[in-house]
């Protein structure tokens, strides 16, 4: 199992550059094909809905400015992948919203990298839900790079959240070729004695094995969280020196309406590692 695919977000926030050297880094221990996909912001059901040329608009114009600086933006993923040395890459400019875009691409990739919202980046103000969006509904592993920080390697130490869901399952899942080249891996389970039916008799023991069968080595280690799990976990990865945080994405979305479990909303919001979660 590996990455063959991989999609980054590319748009004209400032974190952007970040994005695309840690999607090419890891497009290049993956001899991976590399895309970098930027979006206008119009929804592509205004496209599709016909009977009227958008051209001839009063939305022409600022269509037209959209399309502008999402081309800017793709001359910088051209400008980072280009020096990154990755085995090919291509940029794709989408008439389409960063939400919907960024979904119906990622049902052709392996793995999708964006980042975390940045509330005083004015590029990112109209995105403020789209992490939670893509994870919860692109069915695909997402990438999530903090917005605060700077990330010199992803993947080296790695912490896993287990708590034996199908969300958890499919997370550890579909990080496994990261997994495979970590030196380290901890899998940490909270408060173990209250999930027992999740768990198992011997909590751990069982994803262990079959990381074990991947030729993943995995440190089992059952915590007990006074506070939240999400700020436990969190705590947990910085006492670790881990530097990509693995688990799974809990809720759900009703419309454009996000409703997510409450570590999930933490670890979103807190989050100061690089985290790869799973829907």
């Not at 579909?174 to 899998?187: E, H, Q, W």
Request: aromatic share 6%; hydrophobic share 45%.
């Amino acid at each position: 199992m590996s990455y063959k695919t991989i999609l980054v977000h590319v748009d004209q926030s400032r974190h952007t550059a970040s994005l695309i050297r840690i999607a090419a880094e890891i497009a290049v221990k993956e001899n991976a094909h590399l895309i970098g996909a930027a979006m206008t912001g119009i929804s592509r059901y205004l496209y599709e809905a016909g009977g009227e040329d958008l051209s001839r608009t009063v939305l022409s114009s600022h269509i037209d400015v959209r399309k502008q600086r999402a081309a800017e933006a793709l001359e910088q993923f051209e400008q980072v992948a280009a020096k990154s040395g990755v085995p090919s890459y291509e940029r794709r400019l989408l008439n389409d919203d960063d939400h919907g875009g960024l979904c119906l691409q990622a049902r052709y990739c392996d793995l999708v990298v964006l980042g975390q919202t940045d509330r005083d980046d004015a590029a990112a103000r109209a995105l403020l839900d789209l992490p939670e969006y893509v994870v919860l509904n692109s069915e695909r592993p997402v990438l999530i790079i903090p917005h605060a920080g700077r990330f010199e390697s992803t993947g080296d130490k790695v912490l896993i959240a287990w708590d034996g869901s199908r969300e958890a399952t499919r997370a550890v899942t579909n990080a496994i070729p990261m997994l495979r080249r970590a030196s380290n891996v901890v899998l940490a389970l909270f408060n173990p004695e209250i999930g027992v039916d999740a768990y198992g008799e011997q909590p751990g023991t069982d994803i262990a094995l079959f990381l074990a069968r991947h030729d993943i080595k995995v440190e089992i280690m059952q915590q007990s969280a006074a506070i939240d799990a999400g700020n436990a976990l969190l705590s947990l990865a910085k006492n670790l020196g881990s530097d990509l945080i693995v688990m799974g994405g809990y809720g759900h979305s009703r419309f454009r309406e996000i409703l997510l479990g409450g570590v999930t909303r933490t670890v979103l919001e807190a989050m100061l590692v690089p985290v790869l979660m799973s829907h």
